[in-house]
């Protein structure tokens, strides 16, 4: 029964994540500040917001996808550790309980280029971009596609996963397929433990 229940929810996690939809711009200084300003002030939702991100600490989009779903869950049920909708999504991508080891993280790489994540858990045409809100307010916003941030920095610093060296040799070959799966079960293991 347990088991059946897990099932269930998995299928209903991934159902859910392949519905979130990401939108990516490059922001360089001196826009990075203004970028800050700019979405404190805007209006989010757990379903639609912005987040910032030092490039170096952008994960893959399944990754972003479950963090997003986890946060707008964590709203729905009221077990939100943060009010702030994009606070709360860092929780989540990090897989911490403390906001300042999140921030501390971050601030620590807040550099020379800077991502500007835009989540939509529901397209619709009525929600104008908030990236473009970042855009009228004069801030320069290149899209991008898709962002690959530094593995390394996340494993060690983020994720606290081991290195390749460490591991057994029948997990090295499928080196970053365990990654991926030992990022995501942290980030699925931090929701189940904190939506309680």
Same mark, same amino acid.
């Given at each position: 029964?347990?088991?059946?229940?897990?099932?269930?929810?998995?299928?209903?996690?991934?159902?859910?994540?392949?519905? @979130?939809?990401?939108?990516?711009?490059? /922001?360089?200084? +001196?826009? &990075?500040? *203004?970028?800050?300003?700019? %979405?404190?002030? !805007?209006? @989010?939702?757990?379903?639609?917001?912005? /987040?910032?991100? +030092?490039? &170096?600490? *952008?994960?893959?989009?399944? %990754?972003?996808? !479950?963090?997003?779903?986890?946060?707008?869950?964590?709203?729905?049920?009221?077990?939100?550790?943060?009010?702030?909708?994009? %606070?709360?999504? !860092?929780?989540?991508?990090?897989?911490?309980?403390?906001?300042?080891?999140?921030?501390?993280?971050?601030?620590?790489?807040?550099?020379?280029?800077?991502?500007?994540?835009?989540?939509?858990?529901?397209?619709?045409?009525?929600?104008?971009?908030?990236?473009?809100?970042?855009?009228?307010?004069?801030?320069?916003?290149?899209?991008?596609?898709?962002?690959?941030?530094?593995?390394?920095?996340?494993?060690?610093?983020?994720?606290?996963?081991?290195?390749?060296?460490?591991?057994?040799?029948?997990?090295?070959?499928?080196?970053?397929?365990?990654?991926?799966?030992?990022?995501?079960?942290?980030?699925?293991?931090?929701?189940?433990?904190?939506?309680?």
């Amino acid at each position: 029964m347990n088991t059946l229940v897990n099932a269930r929810n998995f299928v209903d996690v991934e159902e859910n994540i392949s519905k @979130v939809s990401l939108s990516y711009c490059t /922001i360089r200084p +001196p826009y &990075t500040g *203004v970028a800050r300003k700019v %979405i404190r002030n !805007l209006r @989010v939702t757990p379903k639609d917001f912005v /987040i910032l991100l +030092p490039k &170096t600490l *952008v994960p893959d989009e399944k %990754i972003i996808k !479950l963090a997003a779903f986890l946060t707008c869950k964590s709203f729905d049920k009221g077990t939100n550790i943060s009010k702030h909708v994009p %606070i709360q999504f !860092l929780l989540n991508l990090f897989a911490t309980r403390q906001i300042r080891d999140a921030m501390k993280i971050i601030d620590k790489y807040w550099k020379d280029e800077v991502i500007a994540i835009e989540v939509k858990m529901e397209l619709s045409e009525e929600n104008p971009s908030l990236i473009s809100s970042l855009r009228r307010s004069n801030v320069v916003c290149e899209d991008v596609k898709s962002v690959e941030g530094d593995l390394k920095v996340l494993l060690r610093e983020v994720y606290r996963i081991p290195d390749v060296s460490e591991l057994p040799y029948h997990v090295k070959d499928r080196y970053s397929d365990y990654l991926m799966k030992s990022i995501l079960t942290k980030i699925a293991y931090f929701g189940a433990i904190s939506s309680k």
